[in-house]
């Protein structure tokens, strides 16, 4: 039997949640007002920062054509570096990441259970406590092997699975829960080798809860600077958006008219895409943490 809320507690719950809104959607709104306003002058980002006085699309197209063409930010490559970084690492996270889940869920052994607390416990180990040996272990290791684990693709891809790993796992492993062993036990009588029980079976059933960490990480890997500083360097040859958003700040001068329309270009496809997967984040993240 549904219960109605009262009209008076209805309000007051519905007037914090608009409260709440604004004050976590200012800094959004705030970038998109200025991306329409130049750095300077009477009305511009410096003088009046929240006025929309000096807001134009013109100056908007000024905007966008001087940081996309701008051969020091290099919209483009940066564009294509943090997408092609980005998709690596959510299709190996997606994939053996379950792979993982599957194997922890179904080897109940004191082993399984040993290695499932580690990838818990390191999702409470704050990045700035492993930043600075992270940095000098890729190096000794990239020394070690012949390899260029920094300033490279393919070093960052590798420090993000880490990093990522373990939130994927806790939350594909909720959900490999959910799937009944007897699926997998009649594909076993029907001769189905263990890697078709996972790519048949329990990939499509994971669906769900896939797309959350996709959705999740994608967000992270995609809009994170300090790991891509740290690891590519802020003036190496391979840049991410957020790092090559640096060219925009210099020591005494910063271009804000520039900086703001280029984190604003680096936001619009996770935007987009977080608004089209909204409900599959929110159904993942039930399915995968409480069930």
């Known amino acids: 039997m549904k219960t109605k809320m009262k009209t008076g507690p209805f309000i007051i719950i519905m007037v914090i949640a608009i409260i709440i809104a604004i004050y976590t959607l200012m800094p959004f709104i705030l ?10 002058g009477e009305f511009g980002i410096a003088n009046d920062p929240v006025g929309l006085k000096g ?21 483009w490559s940066a564009f294509g570096t943090s997408a092609l970084i980005t998709i690596i690492c959510l299709v190996l996270l997606a994939v053996f990441g379950g792979m993982a889940a599957w194997v922890i869920c179904r080897n109940k052994t004191k082993w399984s259970t040993a290695i499932y607390m580690v990838f818990i416990a390191s999702m409470i180990i704050p ?4 930043m600075l040996p992270l940095i000098s272990t890729f190096r000794d290791v990239g020394n070690f092997v012949g390899l260029k684990l920094l300033q490279s693709i393919p070093g960052i891809v590798f420090a993000y699975l880490g990093f ?13 829960k959910t799937v009944p062993y007897d699926l997998e036990e009649a594909a076993s009588i029907d001769g189905c080798s263990y890697e078709g029980i996972y790519f048949r079976i329990i990939f ?9 960490v996709t959705i999740l990480n994608g967000m992270w890997i995609w809009n994170d600077y300090l790991l891509p500083s740290l690891m590519l360097g802020q003036n190496g040859k391979v840049k991410t958006l957020p790092v090559a958003v640096q060219a925009f700040v210099g ?15 680096a936001m619009i496809p996770m935007i987009i895409i977080f608004l089209i997967a909204q409900k599959q984040i929110m159904s993942g993240m039930v399915e995968g943490a409480v069930k």
Request: net charge positive.
């Open 31 to 40: 970038v998109v007002v200025n991306v329409f306003k130049s750095a300077k």
């Open 55 to 75: 807001a134009s699309f013109a100056q908007l197209g000024d905007n966008l054509s001087r940081v996309i063409n701008n051969s020091n930010f290099s919209f």
């Open 127 to 130: 990045f700035q406590v492993v």
């Open 164 to 176: 990522g790993g373990a939130m994927t796992v806790f939350i594909l492993t909720g959900m490999v």
């Open 204 to 212: 499509p059933l994971l669906k769900p809860s896939i797309v959350t």
């Open 251 to 265: 020591s005494y001068v910063k271009q804000w008219d520039l900086i703001l329309t280029a984190a604003l270009l």
